[in-house]
């Protein structure tokens, strides 16, 4: 199983900064620490300086696990500052033990040794007894943070990671045990509260006030769904400019029939700029992923017969994955566009979290116009035609319907022009069978977990739709596959044979 950890911080301005997250997934028994303890060498190296080299490394020779890694900003600065988040994808399988405890640990910046991490390795279950998925999200508080006791609190800057210190490992030794932190200086005595760094101010930094959050850790499950998207009109038909595509709870709704077009959907439908429409997704607190897929061809537009594929990493029990919506410009036009109207019109999760995706294809008949600039299809009103610079054209006024389709030939229209080699002789979207672009949400088999034993392989995998087959070979690169089994699960046990081999799940 695939699962996504993000770190967001939840300080507040000028608060602390968070240096980059290690995080370990376990059998219950790793122990980065002990309340009251002596710390440990490689805590020492985390608390004091930020590196989580020394504490993964002695992770990974504890036999406790195998998988963790290091989320670091994914701002200017490696460590979180406030307002700042980042996340990592984990393949997990969910039978094996040593999946079900998640262990985290990092220095509070700026500090002598100060750090968050859970005490009890247990404090975190990932997967019940059965394998079943539990995640969910914690909040670390500023009353959660802890002193290593490894160095003293003098908050001097020369002393202090991330504020002045020159070298790792400077400072007092201090030799006592870990324990709850007792907060910074007061501001005024020239401590942290009063220290600055790289442009970032501490006044915020007392962790110790009511109510105080440091970070927030989440764990999701994540299954990989896939777009892809094709320009399957005639060769001397339509382009169509980068597709938006965007995943929301439903709720998303770029334009409507009949009612005038919004500033983003305008820039979108007379420029094939999805920027505006972009910020817009962000800003509405519908869902959260979403990108801007262009061709892989010699032009951002998609020519016929032009595909290009995009997997995104999405929670499949979030609100905010279960429906579709997509949006590009139909290309050459004045303001010519394809897209949905109606939010909830492409489902890709039901109720229950399962994948229902599938495949569908925009027909010339469904090509929208956005009624905010005259069809007049001069080439110097029409981008990817003429036009020189974005919005020109006479403005329209109008709202969105149905597109009436370009000049007939011979009128001096986009079907007599040609841009960059291409001519659109064929560009009738009133044909009844004029297809525009095909676009397809798909879940293939992704292995998650491997184990061997007695003769036998345990395979198990997400995604896809039964029944599935096993196939195997000696060899990565020589040989055919052969059909070990088939089964409608996600886990199969085929028999092992041989010093050497491969598995691979293969869909319908």
Do not use: C
Request: proline residues 7%.
């Amino acid at each position: 199983m695939d699962l996504m950890v993000t770190v967001e911080s939840l300080a507040p301005a000028n608060g602390t900064l968070v240096a980059p997250v290690w995080i370990g997934f376990h059998d219950g028994t790793f122990d980065g620490f002990d309340a009251g303890g002596m710390a440990s060498a490689a805590l020492e190296s985390l608390a004091e300086d930020g590196d989580a080299a020394p504490l993964d490394a002695a992770f990974q020779g504890s036999g406790s696990g195998q998988v963790s890694g290091v989320i670091a900003s994914e701002g200017a600065l490696p460590p979180f500052a406030p307002g700042s988040h980042a996340s990592m994808r984990f393949r997990l399988d969910s039978a094996l033990p040593t999946s079900r405890y998640l262990s985290y640990a990092a220095m509070v910046v700026p500090s002598n040794d100060a750090f968050i991490g859970n005490d009890d390795p247990r404090a975190i279950p990932v997967f019940d007894e059965a394998g079943r998925f539990v995640g969910g999200s914690l909040v670390v508080a500023g009353t959660e943070v802890w002193d290593a006791g490894t160095e003293v609190n003098d908050e001097l800057p020369m002393n202090t990671a991330f504020l002045g210190q020159a070298a790792a490992n400077t400072g007092s030794t201090e030799g006592s045990g870990v324990g709850v932190h007792p907060g910074f200086h007061p501001a005024g005595s020239g401590g942290i509260l009063d220290g600055s760094f790289n442009g970032f101010s501490f006044s915020g930094a007392d962790f110790k006030q009511p109510g105080y959050q440091v970070v927030r850790i989440t764990i999701t499950r994540v299954m990989p769904v896939t777009v892809t998207i094709e320009n399957v009109g005639p060769t001397h038909g339509t382009l169509f400019s980068p597709v938006w595509v965007g995943f929301h709870d439903g709720a998303f709704d770029a334009f409507d029939q009949g009612a005038a077009a919004g500033s983003a959907l305008e820039r979108l439908a007379e420029d094939g700029n999805a920027t505006l429409l972009s910020d817009a997704f962000q800003a509405g607190g519908h869902g959260s992923v979403e990108a801007t897929l262009q061709s892989g061809g010699e032009i951002p537009p998609f020519a016929s017969g032009e595909r290009m594929s995009h997997t995104f990493w999405l929670d499949p029990d979030k609100s905010g994955s279960r429906y579709f919506s997509y949006a590009a410009m139909v290309v050459p036009s004045n303001d010519a566009f394809m897209g949905n109207d109606d939010p909830m019109r492409h489902p890709v999760f039901d109720a229950e979290g399962h994948f229902v995706g599938g495949s569908f294809t925009v027909m010339g008949g469904q090509v929208w116009d956005a009624g905010t600039e005259v069809n007049d299809e001069l080439p110097m009103n029409t981008a990817f035609l003429g036009q020189a610079t974005p919005n020109t054209g006479a403005n329209e006024g109008g709202v969105v319907m149905p597109h009436p389709g370009f000049k007939a030939p011979g009128m001096g229209g986009i079907r007599d022009g040609s841009f960059n080699g291409f001519t659109f002789a064929d560009a009738d979207l009133k044909d009844p069978g004029y297809r525009v672009a095909r676009i397809t949400l798909s879940v293939g088999p992704v292995i998650t977990g491997l184990q061997l034993g007695q003769g036998m392989a345990r395979i198990t995998w997400v995604g896809g739709e039964g029944p599935f087959t096993i196939q195997t070979r000696p060899s990565l690169v020589t040989g055919a596959w052969q059909d070990v089994l088939t089964t409608t699960e996600h886990l199969a046990e085929p028999p092992v044979e041989g010093a050497l081999g491969f598995f691979r799940v293969v869909g319908p």
